[in-house]
């Protein structure tokens, strides 16, 4: 085994927890076999965890409304990612996520920056209501669009650690198998 | 806190396996071979996100198995020094308190990253941050058992747990009593001295 990058691209806990959703359902990965028993283990625990966050109930449309919005503030990609993940209602959690944000954000843009939080990111504790809580987890497409997402994020602070768009787009099956003559030889 | 690892890796697929589709056969072995594991220096691998690309597969003599290289991205969990996550206190000692998220247990906050003044509570086993309301009172404020804790990453210390050859230099004893072998293959260092880390319940007024 090789390590061709290591961090090849940062996720989002919503990307995460809907391909997990997805391996639990049997959408576009297998739903794990009884040989897989650290894969159904480690799906059914970080599923545990997300479900409990709020990104349960983001879906790709509201992030990219998000990320457009977000832009003005002139934030790190890192410093995003948390806001997303984490969902901050205080004043005190910016300032915890925003590295010196005493000197990069006045008093008035945090709590502009708060409120663009609670309008666009749905929070667990608002409940069901929320719309696109009862969100269908359609798959690919939804990966796919979470990742064009994440593409226009890394456009935004000059990619460290860049996704190629082709990789990214392509169908997670679709891959060429150069060898597939080999196998049916003899 | 989850990022895509790129990796490369000879695929063996066994004979019998040869009725499934070969990429369904590849993302199964994959899956089996990496999935809640921790890859050194890389983090814990949770599930292969996509295959990149599929190189010849070459046969063996003496096995009936085909051997292919596959470049594919997997989702591991390994949040960056920095960051800010949530967790919820498994258990303390006098060294620090130690945080579990569910799928991962080995995060731990040393004593001296705690809110300061913090004092430990032998008597049940927890820690607890003497905050000064005014100059004559303190309020105690426990870290409970499952209780939410929000915390930094300070550091990560991965630990290489492949097995070493067979102990030559004491071969008396065939009780393993090498603490080394009881290390988790990856830890968490964090802290929570700053203001809105620490538990949940202390800052949501």
């Known amino acids: 085994m090789e390590v061709i990058s290591e961090n090849s691209a940062l996720l989002t806990n919503y990307e995460v927890f809907s391909l997990l959703t997805d391996i639990q359902n049997g959408h576009g990965q297998r739903k794990p076999n009884k040989h897989q028993q650290n894969l159904a283990t480690i799906v059914y625990e970080t599923v545990k965890y997300l479900e409990n966050t709020s990104c349960k109930l983001q879906n790709p449309e509201l992030l990219k409304v998000f990320a457009e919005k977000v832009s003005r503030f002139n934030l790190t990609k890192a410093e995003k990612l948390q806001i997303l993940n984490q969902r901050p209602t205080t004043a005190v959690e910016i300032q915890l996520i925003v590295e010196e944000s005493e000197e990069r954000l006045t008093e008035e843009e945090i709590y502009e920056l708060l409120e663009l939080i609670s309008s666009c990111v749905p929070s667990i504790s608002d409940g069901e209501k929320v719309e696109g809580a009862s969100e269908d987890h359609e798959g690919k497409e939804e990966i796919q669009e979470g990742n064009e997402e994440e593409e226009e994020e890394e456009q935004m602070d000059e990619g460290e650690g860049e996704v190629h768009e082709e990789l990214i787009t392509e169908d997670r099956n679709d891959v060429q198998v150069g060898a597939e003559d080999n196998d049916d030889d003899d | ?205």
Request: charged content about 25%.
């Open chain 2, 1 to 205: 806190m989850f990022v895509l690892c790129e990796m490369k890796d000879t695929v063996r697929i066994p004979p019998w396996e040869f009725k499934e589709n070969t990429t369904d056969a590849i993302m199964d072995i994959l899956n089996k071979k990496f999935a809640n594991k921790v890859v050194y220096n890389v983090g814990l691998c949770i599930a292969l996100w996509d295959l990149v690309k599929l190189e010849d597969s070459f046969i063996f003599p003496g096995d009936g198995a085909t051997h292919t290289n596959v470049h594919f991205r997997y989702v591991v969990f390994r949040p960056f020094i920095d960051e800010i996550l949530v967790g919820k206190i498994k258990c303390s000692s006098k060294e620090g308190v130690y945080v579990s998220m569910g799928f991962f247990d080995d995060i731990f906050i040393p004593a001296d990253a705690l809110q300061h003044p913090a004092i430990f509570e032998s008597q049940d086993q927890i820690w607890a941050w003497e905050y000064e309301v005014d100059e004559d009172t303190k309020h105690k404020l426990f870290m409970d058992i499952d209780e939410e804790i929000r915390f930094r990453v300070v550091d990560e210390t991965f630990t290489d747990t492949t097995p070493s050859g067979p102990d030559t230099t004491n071969t008396e004893s065939d009780i393993p009593t090498d603490p080394e072998l009881k290390k988790p293959p990856y830890t968490i260092t964090a802290s929570i001295s700053d203001s809105g880390l620490g538990c949940m319940s202390w800052w949501n007024g």
